[in-house]
């Protein structure tokens, strides 16, 4: 497997802290909003979405908030550990559609 | 462990050539997808497919580039003639569920196939 190595925004975090990952969308129209992890050198890989009429979700040690006000897209990362280190991808979708449209993504390294 | 595979993982070709790219879907998902990895774009969808039937695939060169499924445990995506900018990671996604359902959010990509055409 392959990534490729993107000119992205980038976070760094100690271990141990916690992260928050943004994602600005576009389309006011889209019913669901999901994040992707992308490790090095290997596909993206689902990590947790979101109803466009929730606010909050909560998964195992991640969080996703939604602004639908202000169009933004939040993932927040607890207690961050050097396998949370990859680029994370927003992805919107529209009921009724099969296909995902996805951000450009942001960079996170965990610093041990 | 059920997983997506795609072959060939690695593949270098001359201007030109044809490619074909395979991808097995996890058993028992009826949708699959083809995605395509640069640096300058991002990931884009190609094309997708539900059980089988080509539901669009308005994101591919027309002219080169074809997707097809023969059977449910194959997707193919073919290019031909390779050209140097077609040079990128090329994804392959299976996924399960119908139309409304939240389980659409959830693609289980394969390792991809990083494609040079030099």
């Known amino acids: 497997g392959e990534s490729v190595g993107l000119h992205l925004p980038t976070l760094s975090v100690q271990e141990g802290d916690n992260s928050i990952i943004n994602c600005a969308y576009s389309n006011s129209a889209s019913d669901y909003f999901i994040w992707y992890k992308q490790e090095s050198g290997k596909g993206p890989q689902f990590i947790i979405d979101i109803r466009s009429n929730m606010d909050k979700r909560q998964g195992q040690r991640v969080t996703v908030l939604l602004n639908k006000t202000v169009k933004h897209l939040s993932l927040q990362i607890a207690a961050t550990q050097p396998g949370d280190s990859a680029v994370y991808f927003c992805a919107e979708r529209k009921t009724g559609a099969n296909n995902l449209f996805f951000g450009t993504g942001t960079r996170l390294t965990v610093i041990p | 462990d059920a997983r997506v595979t795609q072959t060939p993982r690695h593949k270098v070709t001359e201007m030109g050539q044809e490619v074909t790219m395979r991808c097995q879907p996890i058993l028992g998902h009826n949708t699959v997808f083809w995605y395509r990895q640069t640096m300058m774009q991002g990931l884009e969808l190609l094309a997708y497919?539900?059980?089988?039937?080509?539901?669009?695939d308005s994101g591919m060169p027309k002219d080169r580039f074809s997707a097809e499924m023969p059977d449910a445990t194959l997707a193919t995506l073919k290019i031909q003639p390779s050209e140097p900018r077609d040079s990128a990671v090329y994804f392959c996604?299976?996924?399960?569920?119908?139309?409304?359902?939240?389980?659409?959010?959830?693609?289980?990509f394969g390792p991809g196939t990083r494609l040079t055409v030099l």
């Open positions: 497919f539900r059980n089988r039937a080509p539901l669009d």
């Open positions: 996604a299976s996924g399960t569920g119908g139309r409304g359902s939240l389980s659409y959010n959830e693609q289980f």
